[in-house]
């Protein structure tokens, strides 16, 4: 069974520009969730996706957005980057929303110059 | 108060040593509770997962869960260099799971 795929693996990009990350999760998976993890904040809830809605959020500004489409897969989207959005962004998917495993993705690490 | 609070470490224990990790969380209804390896430079991998109080025992790790105390820990026996790594508790719970700050482990030859 393939794991939870996210692209790409690199990205840098330079203050003000736009950025979508993409993540597939595991075969069977409805719930997708987003995390942020830096080595100073550790990992950092963005929002969580369920049946292409949108169950839960963190406590991130309105420049991240994300969206689930009916396959399950997801896309976060970063707008006007700023030096303090480089992370790591990791994605994790589970069978269903509540109280089961979430399995991570291997994230994307994101550069802002 | 965190929601769910690690010792962030560094825990250092001698190879072939009991390493005990340790997590205490805040929301009594918290129903499901996990513990990710995360290797410098990589993703967190999921290594066990424990919904009742007791414990819950895989290989050479051992989850243990106190609801009432709100405590949950982890012991791994024989422990190797290779179980050098962060470790991260999560507690899940209606519609969230949060994540520990995670407690870095080193296991000394």
């Known amino acids: 069974k393939a794991g939870v795929t996210q692209t790409p693996r690199y990205l840098i990009k330079t203050r003000g520009q736009q950025v979508t990350l993409s993540c597939s999760p595991i075969?069977?998976?409805?719930?997708v969730s987003w995390y942020q993890q830096t080595p100073g904040q550790g990992l950092q809830f963005l929002f969580e996706?369920?049946?292409?809605?949108?169950?839960n959020k963190g406590n991130f500004p309105g420049r991240f957005s994300g969206r689930q489409f009916s396959n399950s897969r997801s896309e976060m989207n970063v707008s006007t980057l700023e030096l303090g959005d480089s992370a790591l962004y990791l994605c994790?998917?589970?069978?269903?929303?509540?109280?089961?495993?979430?399995?991570f993705g291997d994230g994307t690490r994101l550069s802002i110059l | 108060q965190k929601e769910v609070e690690q010792n962030s470490g560094p825990l250092s224990v001698p190879e072939g040593a009991i390493a005990s990790l340790n997590c205490t969380y805040s929301?009594?209804?918290?129903?499901?509770f996990f513990w990710y390896r995360q290797y410098s430079g990589k993703s967190p991998e999921l290594i066990m997962f424990?919904?009742?109080?007791g414990d819950k025992e895989d290989g050479r790790f051992t989850a243990q869960l106190n609801k009432a105390s709100q405590y949950v820990s982890l012991l791994i026996r024989d422990s190797q260099p290779s179980d050098s790594a962060t470790y991260l508790c999560?507690?899940?719970?209606?519609?969230?799971?949060?994540f520990g700050q995670g407690t870095r482990l080193t296991i000394n030859p």
């Open positions: 994790a998917s589970s069978y269903d929303r509540d109280n089961q495993p979430q399995h």
């Open positions: 075969s069977g998976h409805r719930s």
């Open positions: 996706y369920f049946s292409e809605t949108q169950r």
């Open positions: 929301d009594r209804g918290s129903q499901s």
């Open positions: 424990i919904y009742s109080n």
């Open positions: 999560a507690v899940g719970g209606a519609q969230k799971l949060v």
